[in-house]
């Protein structure tokens, strides 16, 4: 069976690491597991995982703090890891760059699926499809998922890429919060709407040295892609 990608997997947990081993082995990928945060930048180096999950409670560097640092060397997908009812751990694993959440006790069919879409989603297209979306002062890269503002390329998660391009293919149309999770996310999503929130908002801030705000808020619906109304899209 080809290996379908490497997941770095770091939890205290020895049951949660044999399990995630157990069923991403299965399905034909390559599992490191890792126990302690202080090992995870050394292993990351040496590994170069396609994914990490990252549990938020570890001993020697907590999972959140991992999460920041990982961004910093490379956008790579990040799926933390957390216990039930911890809100505030989640919206801030988000906020420092995750890319989804899991809460514990977890199915693991669920999570190798997350696993699987996020990997489908952070594959560039086909070459030949080079396609682009164009707006004033943004660009759109999809054949090699690169965002480009004011003609600089700024650095975006790969659900942040995923729903800024969902959003731009669709201008001027409202999603709902629930809507933009099942097409941006690529599964039955059981999460927090919240997550949606903070996407946006990250977002937001990166976009801030254009002067149009493209992601607008829709109160009590959701979100749009609203481009100048001077100064139309292209695709290419």
Known sequence: MPVLGKILVVDDDQNVLELVKLYGEREGFDV????????????????NPDVVILDIMLPGVDGLTLCRNLREIRMIPIIMLTAKGEEADRVLG???GADDYVSKPFSPRELIARIKAV??????LDMATNWKLKYPGLEIQADT???????????????????LYYLAQNPRKVFSRDKLLTAVWGYDYFGDQRTVDVHIRRLRTKLTPLPHEY??????????FTPPVKGGETTS
């Open 215 to 224: 992601l607008t808020t829709v109160w009590g619906v959701g979100y749009q």
């Open 32 to 47: 490191i597991g890792i126990s302690n945060g202080e090992l995870v930048l050394p292993a990351f180096d040496r590994e």
């Open 94 to 96: 988000l906020e420092m």
């Open 119 to 124: 990997l489908r989603r952070t594959q560039p």
């Open 145 to 163: 998922r690169r965002v480009l503002v004011d003609g600089e390329e700024i650095e975006v998660t790969p659900r942040e890429f995923d729903l």
